[in-house]
């Protein structure tokens, strides 16, 4: 059954999601895309004229929605977000409005975990720091680079047990890790449970976190929390930079009361304080966790499924409100 | 035993050294520029030679130690010490296994993750700024991934452990087929290379691995294909994987290791979808230190006459 563009169901797309470059075509071929950037008009303007009768959005994981935004799509019956965070999202305004919501699910958490455990051997084992020496040419000058530091028996405290963290558990174990976490609650797990991340910062010398933003893990990693890792602590954060109080992280890094840190994730992207720009005791990532040909794909098809599933009135693929 | 002469091939571990110096009377072979004046002179007081992956104990320089006792290598590799020599001369040869195996395969797997996500180039590109002009490409997922290792021995085994919690299958390619294992043999090298996605260097090197890794077997890993290695620079034709990776034949490589250390082929250096570490695989303070402890616990137990901790001839 051939449709033509105007039977395709109408979806405004917010926040210009990286993976339509790749996939846009494609989504244009099942949905009428309302992008608001190829616009001339003011984005408020944009969505009066045309979007008053938009049922669905499908916004990137930057894009505040807040009641403000809600208020002017009136129609608005599910929001798809390409992130599986949703510290951007008012999810209590969605849900009093009837509006369901839903994510990327779990589908980026092997390639986060991966990519957690990459900057951890990376932090440790002075990676990328060895890789800058050679390609400097300093290895014939400096016959050896300075000794780094083992990864097996680093008692490794994971913070938020969710998918995410539970696919680093996996990960770290056979590199002979000793793991524990701090969770909400307690889960059917055989690593330690400690429901205070600075006694879990106590019994640490490593901290990945992998926690959702929320109002209560705002500034969770503090000075506190650094302190009570140690001197030889590393921090891995591949999760959203305002978990960790990013201020009080680079004076420790400077200071040396902790001895290193991965960062996928900053407080204010893509700004990256200067000061750990010439540490080489850091690894910095430009929010890349995620990022793979494959997840990419699957964010495409699960994008497209969820709403796909909304326009034929079935249940969403990977709900976020109990609708 | 401060009067048996230990013959230090090159510095390799200051800890190592310093215990030397303590318990024997230690030469610093590295002070010496005239090498012949050298073994002129103290020949006949050297009664072990402590070598590492640089430098060894070669024929030659076996010869010229008519005192040898014992070669107590720092490092597990033995390419560097002539075993066929010692054993006609009934010379003692140690070296450091299973401590270093941890360490040496948490590189590996690092090495993989490096360069299959780009981390290097992640930071270079953080720290250059160029985050502000734009967000970084998509980079090609790890998990998943099929890994043919070279060599089953304790590191290559390691490896495959830990590869296997990515989700990553393992096949291998060795002398014999291991028994006790589920990993997909291969008898062929190149039907190894032309079935995994990851190849990685964990063998011996003898005179019949140099090189084991050829045009030949790059071509069959491919485009999309990454080489590791962590074994020694000669087990790969460093030659043809520059003119491989410069030329797209292979798509990537992790490498602690070159054919003549500490010299780098330039032409890798602007490349991105490249590693490159100075052989740092056991270089941890935990591993060298164990590395070393075990170095001086051979040499005690050969000169109190006890059974050697680590022997290999």
């Given at each position: 059954m051939a449709e033509s563009k105007n039977d395709l169901p109408a979806v405004i797309v917010l926040g210009n999601p990286s993976f339509l470059k790749l996939y846009g075509e494609q989504f244009s071929s099942k949905f009428k895309l309302l992008k608001p950037w190829e616009s001339s008009l003011p984005l408020n303007q944009f969505i009066t004229t045309h979007a008053q009768s938009v049922q669905a959005m499908l916004c990137s994981g930057g894009t505040r929605v807040t009641p403000s935004l809600l208020s002017?799509?009136?129609?608005?019956?599910?929001?798809?977000?390409?992130?599986a965070g949703l510290n951007h999202m008012d999810l209590d305004e969605c849900r009093r409005l009837g509006i369901s919501v839903a994510n990327a699910g779990t589908i980026f958490s092997e390639d986060v975990a991966d990519f957690?455990?990459?900057l951890l051997i990376d932090v440790l084992r002075k990676v990328s720091a060895a890789d800058r020496f050679v390609r400097n040419g300093l290895w014939p000058l400096h016959r050896d680079y300075p000794l780094a530091s083992k990864v097996g028996g680093r008692k490794v405290g994971i913070v938020g047990l969710g998918s995410i963290g539970l696919e680093v558990a996996k990960r770290l174990e056979p590199f002979g890790c000793v793991i524990s976490y701090q969770s909400r609650k307690k889960k059917p797990v055989p690593?330690?449970?400690?429901?205070?991340?600075?006694?879990?910062a106590t019994k640490c010398d490593v901290l990945v976190i992998c926690c959702a933003l929320t109002d209560q893990t705002r500034h969770l990693i503090n000075k506190e929390v650094l302190l009570a890792l140690g001197k030889q602590g590393i921090v891995i954060n591949i999760a959203r930079g305002a978990i960790i109080n990013e201020m009080e992280l680079v004076q420790c890094l400077v200071q040396g009361e902790?001895?290193?840190?991965?960062?996928?994730?900053?407080?204010?992207?893509?700004?990256?304080?200067?000061?750990?720009?010439?540490?080489?005791?850091?690894?910095?990532?430009?929010?890349?966790?995620?990022?793979?040909?494959?997840?990419f794909q699957d964010l495409y098809e699960l994008m497209s499924g969820n709403l796909e599933a909304f326009f034929l009135n079935k249940p969403l693929l990977t709900p976020v409100l109990d609708d | 035993m401060e009067s048996i002469g230990v013959l230090m091939a090159c510095p390799m571990s200051s800890y190592l050294e310093q215990e030397l110096d303590k318990r024997f009377n230690l030469y610093r072979f590295w002070n010496f520029p005239q090498k012949n004046e050298f073994l002129t002179q103290h020949a006949n007081s050297i009664r072990a030679v402590v070598g590492n992956a640089f430098a060894g104990a070669d024929a030659e320089l076996i010869d010229s130690l008519p005192k040898l006792e014992i070669v107590s290598s720092f490092s597990v590799g033995l390419d560097k010490i002539d075993l066929n020599k010692c054993k006609e001369k009934g010379i003692r040869v140690t070296n450091t296994p299973d401590v270093l195996t941890e360490d040496v395969a948490d590189l590996a797997i690092g090495l993989m993750l490096a360069v299959l996500r780009r981390i290097c180039e992640c930071d270079r590109y953080v720290r250059k700024g160029l985050w502000k002009t734009g967000d970084f490409k998509l980079t090609s997922k790890f998990s998943g991934k099929s890994v043919g290792i070279i060599g089953l021995g304790r590191i290559g085994l390691a490896i495959a452990k830990r590869a296997e919690a990515f989700g990553c299958p393992i096949s291998y390619h060795s002398r014999s087929e291991k028994p006790n294992t589920n990993y997909k043999y291969y008898s062929s090298l190149v039907e190894l290379a032309s079935n995994c996605q990851i190849l990685v260097v964990a063998c011996a090197l003898t005179p019949e691995t140099r090189h084991i890794v050829n045009r030949e077997v790059m071509e069959a890993l491919g485009p999309k294909g990454v080489l590791i290695n962590i074994g020694r620079g000669p087990h790969v034709d460093e030659k043809e994987l520059v003119s491989a990776l410069l030329e797209g034949r292979l798509g990537g490589a992790g490498l602690d290791v070159f054919e003549n250390e500490p010299e780098v082929p330039e032409q890798l250096f602007g490349l991105e979808n490249v590693v490159l570490l100075p052989h740092v695989g056991s270089g941890t303070e935990e591993t060298r230190k164990d590395m070393a402890d075990l170095v001086l616990g051979n040499l005690e137990a050969h000169f109190l006459n006890k059974p050697l901790l680590t022997p290999v001839v």
């Open positions: 002017q799509f009136p129609s608005l019956r599910v929001i798809v977000t390409t992130s957690a455990v990459g690593f330690p449970f400690y429901p205070d991340v600075h006694e879990l902790i001895a290193g840190a991965g960062l996928d994730v900053f407080k204010n992207e893509p700004n990256v304080p200067e000061e750990l720009l010439s540490l080489d005791n850091v690894v910095l990532s430009p929010h890349v966790a995620f990022l793979t040909e494959d997840s | -």
